[in-house]
Every structure is written in C-alpha cells, then in structure tokens.
C-alpha cells in the first residue's frame, strides 16, 4: 500500500462501516477498486471480522486499510497482525500524536511495535524475521486523520513527521469542531482543507479525501488528493435501493392506471 501511496495516480476505494461480509470486500476488488477502508471506530467489528475482511482483500488484490478507533498501540498492533496493509488512525491534533503513531506502527530502527513475527505478513514465521521487519517497515502506510479544529493551525507540523504518509480531512468531525456541524462544504471546513492540502504539497505527503459524486472526485482531483474514498456498502446499498423502488413504483403505477383505463 505504501508503495501504491508513493505513486502518481489516484487511488480509489470504498469502506465498510457497518457490514462485516467478506463477499463485499471481494467485490470491491473485482470491480477495480485500490482498497477497502474497514473502519474499526464507527463499527462493532472485532478482531475475528478484521482478519475475514483482510483475508479476502487478499484474494482479490487489493489492500485492507483499517481505521483503528483510536491512537492506542495496542490497538494499532493488533489490527496490523489482523492483516492491516494501511492504518488510518483517527483524531490526530498535533505531530507529538503523529510521532507516536509511527513508533507504534514500525518496527524498530523507525518505531517500537511490538515484535512476534507469527502473523500472517511474516507467513506465520516462515519467513525471515530481519527481512519480515523491514518489509513491513517499508510496505505498512500510515495514515492520519486531520478532524478537529486544534489540528488544523497544527497541520504542517503533523505532515512534517516522518514515516506518515498521508493526511485525510474527516470532513464531518471537522465540521463540528468548527461549529457548522455536517455543514461539510462551509468555508471553514474548506479553509481547513485547503490548507491541509498545501501541507501535503510542502511536505510531500499524499492528501485524502472522501468523494461522493464526480464534481467531490473532480474537485478531490484539483485540490491534489490521491487516496479517495467514494462510497461506503450502506451509501451503495441505499443508493441503489432508492433508485430501483422509485423505478418499480412508477413503472406499476403506469400499470395500473392502464388496466384503469
């Protein structure tokens, strides 16, 4: 994922926030997506549902991006041996909790995780425990969430820590802390995301963003983000849903006025 990360092209993917089905995430992947955000905060997802859910990224070759509910290294430690390809940890205000998040999630020389070397990237420990570390090291992407007001005037600080690799501004959070809640294109939050986005330019660090239409992806596009979220399973589901009933409906209510007639 890092590698990805590292490149020119926008990569795409979808969340699961409250659906914990592997058909899915499957899914998501032969439909072409770059990765599944599998969000541990705003879920009931356990650690058993994590590592179905990476597994079956695995087989379709895209990556499992998991959000962790917050910046805890044990939390961040388990989801990485659940199979975590990226991490995206919520709520980060300041570059002291981005340097902790790096400690946490690299082994040492770049941090302090913790070491077993049995779990399923290590091949269980099959594989070297040297090469292990440092692949992990180098392919594990960390990504930290700018969502609260004190962040913002803290953003060039937080992008300037080394190891992480991308900001992404969680509009909705933002848009509470700045006291427009769910009002996510105010000009306060879009302040606060142009200015996390300069960041990212300054610092070389990748910027992310949520895109529920082709205007949010054009514009995601403009304002230089290349890790875009567009869609969770229950927005496709009631998308769909809502467009396949309003088309049933009017097509029997024709129906049923011509048998009248």
């Not at 779990?119 to 420990?125: E, N």
């Not at 190891?163 to 848009?175: E, H, N, Q, R, T």
Request: charged share 20%.
């Amino acid at each position: 994922m890092r590698t990805s990360l590292q490149g020119d092209r926008i990569l795409w993917g979808a969340s699961l926030t409250r659906v914990a089905a592997a058909p899915i995430v499957e899914l998501y992947g032969m439909m072409g997506l770059d990765f599944v955000w599998i969000d541990l905060e705003h879920s009931d997802f356990d650690f058993h549902d994590l590592s179905r859910l990476t597994c079956a990224a695995r087989s379709v070759g895209i990556s499992p991006v998991v959000r962790v509910a917050q910046n805890d290294p044990k939390l961040i430690l388990k989801s990485l041996e659940c199979g975590a390809a990226a991490l995206i940890v919520p709520d980060v205000r300041s570059a002291a909790d981005g340097r902790s998040i790096v400690s946490s999630a690299k082994f040492h020389p770049d941090g302090m995780r913790g070491l077993a070397g049995s779990d399923v990237r290590s091949r269980y420990g099959l594989a070297n425990l040297q090469a292990y570390m440092a692949e992990a090291n180098a392919e594990t992407a960390v990504i930290v969430q700018i969502e609260h007001a004190q962040a913002v005037p803290a953003v060039e600080e937080i992008a300037g820590v080394g190891g992480i690799d991308a900001l992404f501004v969680g509009k909705m959070d933002l848009s509470q802390s700045l006291g427009v809640p769910g009002h996510i294109t105010h000009s306060l939050v879009e302040e606060a995301t142009l200015r996390v986005a300069a960041a990212c330019r300054t610092h070389g660090k990748v910027l992310g963003l949520t895109a529920g239409s082709p205007d949010d992806a054009r514009m995601a596009a403009q304002l230089g983000a290349r890790f875009v979220v567009i869609a969770s399973e229950l927005g496709l589901i009631r998308t769909r849903l809502k467009e396949v009933l309003a088309g049933c409906r009017e097509a029997t209510r024709a129906e049923a006025s011509q048998r009248i007639e």
